[in-house]
Every structure is written in C-alpha cells, then in structure tokens.
C-alpha cells in the first residue's frame, strides 16, 4: 500500500470501515485531511485513509503534487485511454489497503476528488466487486459508463459553479447509471465551484446515513424488486 498514505484507525479495536480517499490532479494525500477528519468524526469505528497518486505532477514537477495520469495535452478522445493505463495500480492500491485493514469490499468506500474522482467511478466500472460506495466529488466518469457497478452505491457530489469540471457531466453521469440500473443518487448544489465545499461534505455524510442500497433492500424483501432512483439532485428533480 502507499507508503505515503494519511491514516487515522479507531482508538481501539479492528475497523469495521474503510474510507479510501483520492486528492485531485496537482495536489497530494495532505489536500483530503480535511474531509478524512471529518469521516473518522462521523464513524470513529472506520479506518480512514488518504492516498497519494503515484505519480508527480508533470506540470509542475518541483512543487511537490502528484497525479494519477497526466492532463498534459488530454482531450475527451484521449482522457479514456489515460485512465485505463493508470487503473491497474489505482485498483492495486485499493485491494491492498482492504487486506491491510482486514475490511471488506462492502465496508469499503472509494472517496475521490476531482481526478481522483474520475479514478474512483472508473474503478468501479472496470473492476466488478471493488467497494461498496464511491462518493465522487467535482468528477466525472473518463467515458460513458456501460454496465451498472456490481453493488455498489454511487454518490455524484458537485457545484454548480464548477468552471474546471462542469457539472453536467455528473448530471449525464446519474442519469446514464439509472438507466443501467445502479444505485446513484447526485447532488449539484448552486454557488459552489471546483472544491470540496463544507456542503458537499455534509450532503455526502447525508447520503451514507440514509441510502439503503437495492442489495440491503431486496434481502430484506426476499428478493422484490427495487427499481433504480436518484435519491436526491436539485438539478435532476
């Protein structure tokens, strides 16, 4: 696993949790702390760890950032082919970490930024049974998603500010999960930009509190079927 790595366990006992969290392109582990902080507040029960991209970023290699593929040159037609190449390590890191931490792939939740949100959504496409959640903040997926992700829940958290990567790519991004069948709810909130805004945070500890996912639902239903639904987006109704 990342050497790197930004780690807060319980105070006692074995993690009933895992929170993997993503920095965004030109930053590091320390620009999640924020949000790690806040997660272990919320379940202090979970282990809770940022992770550095493995890469420095080539924009500015000397100021201390990292990437997880390069945005040098990168187009909508390139982007795809850029995330692919960095999956297998990313997935890697992810499947360490759920052995070092004795966690689950239910109990694992992949928490992305920006970049580290395209990681965490293409992730979960390319590698069926990686975690239980993704909350992706400010990110998108590198293409249209083709399959729903094998139990797991996605959470699309952004502003409707964002100028770097603009919202409506999270809109298509539900609706397109929906029609596939997932689990997805997409919260796009007025005012807010390319950040991890206090908002955001609390709308996503909202969603883990209050989504149950189809899979709870249909072994507590013997099997009914759940129809797919975003749970909540005020761009989306």
Not at 50 to 58: M, N
Not at 95 to 124: N, Y
Request: hydrophobic share 50%; net charge neutral; aromatic share 6%.
């Amino acid at each position: 696993m990342n050497t790197n790595a930004l780690v807060r366990r319980p105070a006692s006992g074995t993690p009933d949790l895992l929170f993997l969290l993503f920095h965004g392109v030109g930053a590091n582990a320390a620009h999640m702390a924020g949000l790690a902080t806040r997660l272990a507040a919320e379940y202090p029960q979970a282990a809770v760890a940022c992770l550095d991209a493995p890469d420095p970023f080539d924009v500015a290699p000397a100021a201390g950032g990292r990437q997880w593929f390069s945005v040098q040159g990168v187009t909508e037609g390139n982007r795809p082919a850029r995330v692919a190449a960095a999956l297998p390590r990313f997935i890697a890191e992810v499947r360490a970490a759920q052995r070092r931490f004795e966690v689950g792939v239910p109990q694992t939740a992949l928490v992305g930024f920006s970049q580290g949100a395209i990681m965490a959504l293409e992730a979960v496409q390319a590698e069926p049974g990686l975690a239980g959640r993704v909350l992706a903040f400010s990110g998108r997926h590198a293409q249209a998603p083709v399959h729903a992700p094998r139990d797991t829940t996605v959470h699309l958290l952004h502003g409707l500010a964002d100028r770097v990567m603009p919202a409506g790519a999270a809109i298509d991004s539900a609706e397109r999960l929906v029609a596939l069948g997932a689990d997805v709810t997409a919260d796009v909130l007025p005012g807010i930009g390319h950040e991890l805004h206090p908002e955001l945070v609390e709308r996503a500890i909202e969603q883990l509190r209050s989504f149950l996912p189809k899979r709870v639902w249909r072994a507590a239903l013997g099997e009914a079927p759940v129809f797919a639904r975003i749970a909540s987006s005020t761009e989306l109704g």
